[in-house]
């Protein structure tokens, strides 16, 4: 679940990077260029899983009350894009148990240049469920590469605190 999570983050935040480069690229190419969009409100995810914490399968959804992602690039094609999101996260079961709501925050940041390029990402997750128990997901990842395209540095760590 928390790979999915991580994964469904970052290609929401490469397709954002995606679009608003191309609208960059339209200028020209001439000095800087920066893009910064806010939202609200936003449905980041909703989809099938299993809790971590009581094996019941049910929906975990995402929505951002705050979003701000920004994009930066330069003549020489560097370019540095970054996104925060913040709102309420809910897991409801298919059938009878558990449903959980509560806060989580995500952020991601992205770095290219002609010598390497490095992307991580961090996310936390805290609900609390009906029946007053609680869980915390905890997400990291990081990414580097060289002017190669090489792998220098990579990880995810992901944590859950059921209780």
């Known amino acids: 679940m928390l790979r999915r999570v991580m994964r469904l983050l970052a290609l929401t935040a490469t397709l954002s990077a995606l679009s608003a480069s191309s609208a960059l690229a339209a200028k020209g ?6 893009f910064t969009e806010h939202a609200h409100e936003v449905l980041l ?32 094609g560097d370019l540095w894009v970054t996104g925060t999101a913040e709102g309420t996260a809910t897991f409801v079961p298919f059938g009878p148990g558990v449903s959980y ?25 805290v609900l609390t469920g ?31 605190h059921c209780g």
């Open 130 to 160: 009906t029946d007053g128990s609680r869980v915390v997901i905890h997400m990291t990842s990081h990414l580097s590469t060289n002017a190669h395209g090489a792998v220098t540095v990579e990880f995810e760590r992901s944590s859950v």
């Open 45 to 76: 995810f909703s989809f099938s899983t299993e809790n971590q914490c009581t094996g019941a399968e049910g929906t975990l959804s995402a929505i951002a009350a705050n979003e701000v992602f920004h994009i930066t690039t330069h003549a020489d």
């Open 29 to 34: 190419g001439a000095g800087t260029e920066t």
């Open 101 to 125: 709501s509560g806060h989580f925050v995500n952020w991601f940041g992205e770095a290219l240049n002609q010598k390497n390029q490095v992307g991580h990402s961090t996310g936390t997750f």
